[in-house]
Every structure is written in C-alpha cells, then in structure tokens.
C-alpha cells in the first residue's frame, strides 16, 4: 500500500533527507519518500503492517524535528 | 509570514535590541569592555541575555538531538561554535552570530515557503468545489463527492471540476490551465469535457462520466505531487554528500585548534589558545551543507513548475536530468510529426481544372468508406463554397482498385493505378509519400490527386530548434512505405527513417539505435502514446505528445506533453538544460564559497561574521537563483 501525507511546519531540507532515511529503515517499509518541496511524505509499506507503520513512521519524524507536525487523515 | 515565523521575528527584533544597547555601551563606556568593572557586567549581561533570546530554540534543539543520537546537525554546530566565542571572551561576537543566524533562517524559510508556494500555485488546477444539481436545487459540494451520472452547473469564469458531456447550454472552454495555452474552444450540448478547463461565457450543465478520482485534473495533480518522489541524482549525490561534508569540517576545525597550539606550546612555551579556537569555530559555522541540500531540489521543483506552466508535465527530476542529456531523439511519425488526419495534400489535373478534378474524384468516393476516401470527401466539401459536392448516379465501389460512378453523365474512374490498366489507360505511376488517386473521365486519364497524412507546421521548426540545441541523431519510426517515409523525413530535415516497421518492430528498432548512442549520452522517445507504451517505456525519457484526455500515455511517458504543439520539445530540453546549469551553479557556488571561506578561516583572516554569511547567505542566494528556473518562455 502506497499513501501521502501531509507535513506542516518542515523547515529543513535537511531534517526531510534525516525522516526519509529513518523511515526507510523501518521494518516493512519498502519506499518512503518525505519531499520538502511539496511538504509531503508518501510511505509504500506492507498491507497487514501499514497503520503500524504509519504510527512508528510518526514518531521517528518527532525524534527528528520535534515542531513538524504530520496529518493523519 | 506563518505564525511560527513572525514569531521568530519577534525574538529576533527583541534580541537585536538588547544586543544593540549592549554594543553602545561598550561604545560610549569603553572601561565596560575588558575591564572588570560593574558596567563591564552589565554589558556581558545584555549580550548574553540577547544571545538567549535568539538563540535558546537552537541550544534546546542541540541538546534534544544529541539525546537522540543525532549530533552533527546545524543546531550542534552553532551551538558549540556561539558557546564557544563566549567561553573565549567573544560575547559580542557569539550573539552576533546566533542573532545573524536565526535571521538568515527566517529569511531562508521565508524564501523557501514563497517560491514553494509560487510554484504550486502555477501547478494549480484543482477545482474548489463543484455546483451540483440535485431535485431542482443547486448546492455546492466537493468534487470528490460528486456521483457519476449527476448534474454539475459551471457559470462563466468557473472551473470544470470534474469529467463529463454537455446536457445544456453552450461556452468556450479555456484550455490554458492544462496545455499552457490559451485558446478557447467551443462547447455544446453532447460535447465532452474535460476537468480543469474554465468555462470563460455561457452557462453550462454537464451530467458528470468520471468520478474526480479518475478525472483529468485528479490525474494531472497526481503526477506533478508524485514528481518529487522521483528524485534526480545529484539530488542524492547532495543528500549523501551533506552526511559526510559536516563531520568532516568539523575534524577539520578540532585539528585546527589543537594541532597548531599544541605546535606553538611545545615549541616556544607559550600555550595560547583562543586564537586557534576562534579559528575552528569559525570552521563549524560554516559546516551546516544546507545551501545545497536546500538549493537543489528547490531548482528541480522550479523547472517542474515552469515547465507545467506551458502544459509539459514532467514526473520527476530524474527525468528532467536525462532529459538535459539527450542527443538522439526517436520520434513516432503518425501524430507525432504528422497530424494522423489524411488530407488531400497535392493535385495534378490533366486538361481540367484542379477544383474539378477534386469534386469529380469526390462525387464518385462518396460511396465508400475507405478512410482515403472520406478524407477526399471532405477536402472537395471545404474547398467548396455552399459545403457541396456533385451527386453520383450508378456508383459501385471495386475492391482493391476503386470506383465507378456517374457524375452530370460522365463516367468517372477514380482509384489506384491497377484500375486505371483495366479500363485500358495507359499511364505513368505516380512515386509520392502518400496514396494516389489516379481519375479518368469518360475514359480519358485526368490526372491525380495526392491524398497524405498532413505533416504539423511546427515539425521542421522544431527539429532544427532541437539541432541548434545540440541533438546528434533525429530519427523517425514508421510502419508507412518507404517512400512516403522518406519524404516526410526530408521535409522535416530528419537525419534517419526506420520505415515499414510491423508494430512489435519499433522497440527492437529502438534497440539498434541505441547501439549508436553516444556515451554519457540519453536517448528520448516521442511518441502520440497510442501502440508505443514500450517505446515510451524502453528509451531513457519517454515523451508522450498531445495526451490531453489520454490516460494511456500520461501513464507510460515520463515527461508528457499536454497540447499537440511539438515546439514543446525543444522548449522542455531548454528547461532541461537551464535546470541542470543553475543546479551545478548552485553546487559550485555553495562549496566555492564555503571552501574560501574555510581557507580564510584557516589563515585567520576570516571571521565569524563572514561565516555566517557563507551559511546562511549563501543559502539565500542559492534559493534566489533557483527560482530561475521557473521563469523560461517559448522562444
């Protein structure tokens, strides 16, 4: 499964390649991608696992910039 | 501004005052500067509570990231860089940095989000909401909540927001949010619309055919936010350049301060630190890659976005980069450098004139419905006046040679050159890039006319445009006769044609031009995106022409252009190519400065301040000259 999110308050390239990479690592993530200029992540993860994922993708975000803010619809 | 910026500029301005106050007096009071005097500490106060005031979020963030692991960030450096001047007895000097610091990053933020935000505004086409018709009354809803089969009500100056047909009323549609031109054109009712266009007059109804999920603008806005996804190699380069750039500056700056005090202290007795620290601390301010790892992307998503605006869509900066590589361009023939309408291109009467040898030939075609023969058929009704052709009497179609008609009593022959030999003529085959249809009148020969898949106006302009770009080979894949070909080829001012290719024949034709590709070298395919899917998908970039309302091809090109103006060509390998130069600017820009700087550092010449600038500064500039690729026009 593939979707986007929306990123408010990403301020820094560098945190965004920092998030990218973090998710990547995570278990059953085949691709992420957290793209500054859009202010989007997108994360295509297992199906079973994903709202999993998802939440885990949160908080590595957090552990790199504390004041984005990542909307969950 | 957004809350969290005006913010920051609020601490900024409240620091910068405390520090100005500070500054004045050590001006005004020079015993408070050095001296341990009362106003001495009054003036280290002041400095350091404005330091505070600027710069507490980046300690707190320094702090907070070290926690997690994460050390080598920009928070970490100017930390230690600013803690650091202070600790030498710089207070001046470290608060200066930290204030000058945050106000590049507000200025910076700022930038971003404005050229962020200027460039989704021209990629934007999304339709607000939609005026549905339901028992009677008119409510306005969100697109995506719109049932196919439901009445949609567009007034004039109103986007289409989602697919469907005309049911009432009339309009001119303008395209110029999809294919970057503004031309208008005329709906009624039973035409098909497209989401994306605005209605400029009249009120239209329409009875919706696609939800918006699988409308033209959802699938357009699709693939221009997928684009960032596809990131281009030096994109990534930076990316991994960034992870090693910062750890080594700052080694760089820990030798820096050990080594040659440690040198001076052995050898002449004298340990005297500061001087070689302040060096190293300058080092660190300069260690943040954010010049570039902001500058590079943003350049990228500026030639996506300008490109959008003239209706190319491209789906990744990856592609933008293969594309500023290319210099063999395979193109399709039919629909890409023809118009993939058959016309009557060329007549040659013999004894009559050239209008009568057209409607003669017509009145006997329109008996069939051979594709040549309609196109016949409506060249002779355009040429005429009042839209009319002369009747046919006892008209049979022969199959495989032609027909037979009577027209105003003459008998009429119109077909190939095997019909003429049955009827007894003798004539000349006729070699042409096309179909000939030979005529005789009362079995006397009257000449012929040249029925040709017209070739697009723009086609030669934009081959040689491609030329004086650079582009080595240009060749045409077709499945036509070699002489139609060949002709269509040099009119163009093609240097190759593949012709009498079988469909499964042009991707292994592909092949072999590839063979001949120059190194380090890209090959692009343009195709209209009916029946080369693996064309498109087989060549470095795949361009898909005139994809307006076509799924297929949006689907299977990289980079699709959206009207059927191949002038976009070359303008998008312009984009590709300005793109690709205000990149490496900003690469060499970036480093050379922050190289110079370092050096500068390294010989004490620089300091902090200058340091300062090439981070932040030269960040700034990087992202101004970025946005440069958004501006490009049509030559």
Redesign the interface.
């Known amino acids: 499964m593939k979707k986007?999110f929306k990123l408010i308050?990403l301020?820094?390239?560098?945190c965004a390649?920092?998030m990218e990479d973090a998710i990547k690592k995570l278990d059953g993530v085949t691709n992420a991608?957290v793209?500054?200029?859009?202010?989007?992540m997108?994360i295509e993860a297992d199906d079973a696992k994903f709202d999993e994922i998802v939440k885990q993708a949160v908080k590595v975000c957090k552990?790199?910039e504390?004041?984005c803010e990542i909307v969950l619809k | 501004m957004s809350r969290k910026q005006k913010k920051t500029l609020r601490r900024i301005i409240i620091a910068a005052i405390v520090f100005a106050i500070g500054i004045a007096m050590g001006i005004f009071y020079p015993e408070s500067d050095g001296v341990m005097s009362p106003l001495f500490y009054v003036r280290t106060f002041l400095l350091i509570a404005a330091y505070l005031i600027a710069g507490f979020d980046v300690l707190l963030k320094a702090v907070r990231n070290i926690l997690h692991g994460q050390v080598f960030d920009e928070n970490f450096l100017m930390t230690i860089a600013s803690i650091g001047a202070i600790i030498i007895g710089e207070y001046s000097e470290g608060a200066a940095v930290m204030i000058f610091y945050q106000v590049g990053e507000l200025f910076q933020s700022v930038a971003v989000g404005k050229s962020r935000k200027s460039i989704s505004d021209m990629m934007d086409i999304n339709p607000e909401s939609a005026n549905v018709e339901r028992n009677g009354e008119i409510t306005e809803t969100d697109p995506s909540e719109v049932q196919v089969g439901e009445t949609v009500v567009i007034k004039p100056g109103e986007r289409i927001p989602l697919d469907g047909v005309v049911i009432f009323g009339s309009g001119s549609l303008n395209t110029a949010a999809l294919t970057g031109e503004s031309t208008l054109r005329d709906v009624t009712e039973g035409d098909e619309v497209i989401s994306g266009c605005v209605n400029t007059d009249g009120l239209l109804k329409i009875r919706v055919t696609k939800p918006y999920s699988d409308s033209t603008v959802s699938k357009i806005l699709e693939l221009v936010e997928n684009s960032s996804t596809n990131k281009a190699k030096t994109e990534n380069f930076i990316t991994r350049f960034a992870r090693v750039y910062t750890p080594i500056v700052v080694i760089g700056a820990v030798l820096l301060a050990v080594i040659p005090t440690v040198f001076i202290g052995l050898t002449s007795g004298e340990w005297q630190w500061s001087d070689w620290v302040y060096r190293a601390l300058t080092f660190l301010v300069v260690s943040c890659p954010c010049a570039l790892v902001i500058s590079v992307p943003l350049s990228y998503f500026g030639g996506i976005g300008g490109a959008s605006r003239h209706g190319i869509m491209i789906k990744g900066a990856n592609y933008l980069e293969q594309l500023a590589k290319a210099k063999m361009f395979v193109f399709d023939k039919t629909g890409t450098l023809t118009k993939g309408s058959f016309s009557v291109t060329e007549k040659h009467p013999e004894g009559i004139s050239e209008n009568e040898l057209l409607s003669l030939c017509a009145a006997a075609e329109q008996i069939s419905n051979h594709p040549i023969a309609a196109s016949v058929v409506k060249t002779a009704k355009a040429a005429n006046a009042n839209n009319e052709i002369p009747k046919a009497e006892n008209a049979r179609e022969i199959a495989g040679f032609g027909v037979e008609a009577e027209v105003d009593g003459k008998k009429i022959h119109a077909g190939n050159a095997r019909l003429m030999k049955q009827i007894g003529l003798d004539i000349t085959e006729y070699e042409a890039a096309g179909t000939v249809v030979y005529c005789a009148v009362n079995g006397v020969y009257r000449g012929y006319i040249l029925v040709s898949d017209e070739i697009k106006e723009q086609s030669r302009s934009a081959i040689s445009a491609l030329k004086a770009l650079g582009a080595e080979k240009t060749v045409m894949l077709t499945g036509d006769r070699k002489i139609t070909a060949e002709k269509v080829a040099e009119t163009i001012g093609l240097d190759e044609v593949k012709s009498q290719l079988l469909p499964d024949g042009k991707v292994k034709a592909l092949e072999e031009i590839y063979e001949a590709k120059p190194p380090k070298s890209t090959l692009a395919y343009i195709g209209d995106g009916m029946n080369d899917a693996p064309s498109l998908a087989r060549a470095d970039v795949g361009i898909a022409m005139g994809a307006l309302g076509s799924d297929a091809a949006i689907e299977a090109a990289d980079i699709v252009l959206m009207n059927d103006n191949i002038e976009n060509l070359p303008l998008s390998v312009r984009i590709a190519r300005k793109t690709r130069r205000i990149v490496t600017e900003n690469i060499v820009f970036a480093l050379g400065v922050k190289a110079a700087v370092l050096v500068l550092a390294a010989l004490g010449i620089g300091n902090m301040w200058l340091a300062v600038f090439a981070d932040v500064g030269v960040a700034v500039l990087a992202i101004i000259n970025a946005m440069r690729c958004m501006r490009i026009t049509q030559q």
Do not use: G, H, L, R
């Open positions: 986007t308050d301020d820094c390239a560098n390649a920092k991608t793209s500054f200029m859009t202010q989007k997108t552990k790199v504390p004041d």
